[in-house]
């Protein structure tokens, strides 16, 4: 007997778009962390250095991005994974996420020892530097832009208001690891300029050291809300419930309702019915349709003895 094939979940034209300006800014990201390295090293500034390494392990997790960008479009018309490739989005998010919080502790760890151990820092150098780094940052951050299509449908409302609340996992780490090479951009010229003209030499560690805990705290957010995706944790209860009210009008009763997310912009249901008075499969539908857009709808109806 022939096994049936499911029908594959495509990638949309955004997540295409992505990965071209994903992809741009990981070369000009290589670039900007080898100038921020070198010059570091040679100024002795740990805020430099720490801005720079985190732009290596930005390269790192940005490669991983372009690299799960290709790897779900290329795989995407596969019938072995069973709801697309969407969550391959969503994984290389989650691992971005750990870099990001791997390289705020380290940053950390560093301004701690540099508190004991001080060192002179060439702050006029780095300061020329640090204020470019920053201009990068930006520059990448606009390349990326916020990930999301603006064109949207004016007339049906109900069905497509939902769609705002769906993120590229995999473009929002990305975003988030430049935004976080700006915030340390911005610490370390606060920092240098402080060694500089004021002669505080604490303030390139202590920037450094803030600069780590935010960047930590962005890393575990974004970790939380990726593992909720991986874990298939329910897409929207504002969405399940009114899928409930509007299957439940009919007069059947939903027994049971699954809701998750399959990818960026991409969402499953599935719903069991219950009811003696059964509606064609195409009404229910087009009552779920008239909730919200689903790439896969399973619904099962279990039709009861009307005279029992």
Request: glycine share 6%; with cysteine.
């Amino acid at each position: 007997m022939k096994q049936p094939r499911c029908t594959p979940v495509l990638p949309s034209d955004r997540l295409a778009k992505n990965e071209r300006r994903t992809a741009i800014v990981v070369v000009l990201t290589l670039i900007m962390m080898v100038v921020e390295l070198v010059v570091g090293w040679l100024t002795h500034s740990l805020a430099l250095i720490a801005d720079g390494w985190h732009m290596a392990t930005h390269a790192g997790a940005l490669g991983l991005a372009v690299l799960a960008y290709w790897y779900a479009r290329t795989r995407a018309r596969s019938h072995h994974f069973t709801f697309g490739t969407g969550k391959v989005h969503a994984l290389a998010g989650y691992t971005s996420a750990a870099l990001l919080a791997v390289a705020a502790l380290v940053v950390v760890g560093e301004s701690l020892f540099r508190f004991v151990n001080p060192a002179d820092v060439a702050s006029g150098e780095a300061l020329i530097v640090a204020v470019i780094g920053l201009f990068f940052n930006l520059g990448c951050a606009a390349i990326l832009g916020d990930g999301h299509d603006h064109q949207h449908d004016h007339h049906d409302h109900s069905a497509h208001d939902h769609q705002h609340h769906h993120h590229d996992h995999n473009h929002r780490a990305a975003r988030m690891h430049v935004l976080a090479d700006a915030m340390t951009s911005v610490m370390a010229i606060a920092a240098l300029a402080a060694c500089r003209w004021l002669d505080w030499s604490w303030a390139d560690p202590a920037a450094a050291l803030v600069g780590g805990i935010v960047i930590l705290r962005w890393g575990w957010q974004l970790c939380r809300s990726t593992a909720l995706q991986l874990l298939d944790a329910s897409w929207s209860p504002e969405t399940a419930g009114k899928l409930v009210s509007a299957l439940e009008e009919t007069g059947a009763q939903v027994t049971d309702l699954h809701l998750w997310e399959l990818g960026p912009g991409q969402h499953g249901l599935i719903v069991s019915l219950s009811t003696n008075l059964p509606l064609s499969l195409a009404e229910y539908r087009a009552r779920i349709a008239a909730v919200a857009q689903f790439s896969h709808v399973t619904v099962e109806i279990d039709a009861l003895d009307a005279t029992a």
